[in-house]
């Protein structure tokens, strides 16, 4: 004779009551927790000792639950962070080279004039801005070849 799995085999409720009240300890390591088999999942979605993954995109750290919080926010390499000179989000192991590229990081002017300016405006500064940038002579088209300071026709 054969068995119908959904006719002739339903679950043992008393048994499965008995064993749902035996007592178990937290599988975490360092948890103390002890509790009956049918709250350990609850317990688990909490426990502090629990081996979780960093919830930053990208890293692939596991850690106690109750040191997760710290990494995520402090040491985190992935932790998103904002640029302080344009205000962009980046994650902290990428800002290195985001300052590269930043267009509002000052820079020192390229003439030396001891003026830092943000990458993106130097163009503009350089010619025409800075005191020390280099221009023709007014009486170039008379034939003087040399170059005069901006500050020196002001």
Request: hydrophobic residues 30%; proline residues 8%; charged residues 25%.
């Amino acid at each position: 004779m054969d068995l119908n799995q959904d006719l002739d085999v339903f679950p043992d409720k008393a048994t499965e009551r008995k064993i749902l009240s035996f007592f178990i300890k937290c599988p975490s390591e360092g948890c103390d927790w002890t509790g009956e088999l049918r709250n350990k999942k609850n317990h688990l979605a909490t426990c502090s000792c629990k081996i979780v993954s960093c919830l930053n995109k990208n890293c692939d750290i596991t850690m106690q639950r109750k040191n997760l919080k710290l990494h995520m926010t402090t040491t985190c390499q992935w932790r998103i962070i904002q640029c302080e000179h344009c205000s962009e989000p980046h994650p902290k192991c990428q800002m290195e080279d985001h300052i590269k590229e930043c267009l509002k990081f000052p820079l020192p002017c390229p003439n030396i004039c001891g003026v830092s300016i943000p990458r993106e405006k130097i163009p503009d500064h350089a010619t025409n801005d800075c005191p020390l940038t280099l221009i023709p002579c007014p009486y170039e088209q008379i034939g003087c070849k040399r170059k005069v300071n901006v500050q020196v026709l002001g």
